[in-house]
């Protein structure tokens, strides 16, 4: 947040993250790889060194998927502005994409919810096209992508049409 530039008549409206409900697959997978080697500590360390350096490994490797997931769930993020729609994606440590759409420049706006559990933990995905119609901008597993889709109807409302 602290590295977006805004004008000075521009501020924040919302901003959103993906829902983290949607990470706990490899929040599971990196604790089962930080927990299990404790659970076979005798026979990794019977094993010599070959079992210590799998035991080092393997958690090793856990706090590394951890911090990882911790990384892009917190750089990954929708910022809504009163001028602009700026969606910045982290796929990994070192990799960040950020796209930005003036509001002038939205056609439409959509949502969609899908599946069981996107039913009822109410997450889903906000689509933003542009004015060409093939610009799309999308932002995945957000909580209650239907606040997103009001706010952004209600600045396609107030802005002024060209005669």
Known sequence: MKNLNL???????????RYFFTLLHWVFVAFFLIVMPFFLLFPLFAWGKWGI????????????????I??????????ITS?????I?????????VFEMLISRINDVSHH????????????????????????LDFPNMKNPGKALRILNNLLQNIPKDE
């Open 53 to 68: 350096v799998f035991f080092a490994y393997s958690i090793a490797v856990g706090f590394l998927l951890f911090l990882k």
């Open 83 to 87: 001028k602009r729609v700026i969606k």
């Open 113 to 136: 919810i899908r599946g069981f559990w996107g039913t009822i933990l109410r997450y889903g995905t906000l689509h933003i096209v542009a004015g060409n119609g093939e610009t799309i």
């Open 89 to 97: 994606r982290q796929s990994g440590f070192f990799d960040r994409k």
């Open 70 to 79: 911790f990384v892009v769930w917190n750089f990954n993020m929708l910022v």
């Open 7 to 17: 004008d000075q008549d521009e501020h924040v409206l919302l901003v959103t993250r």
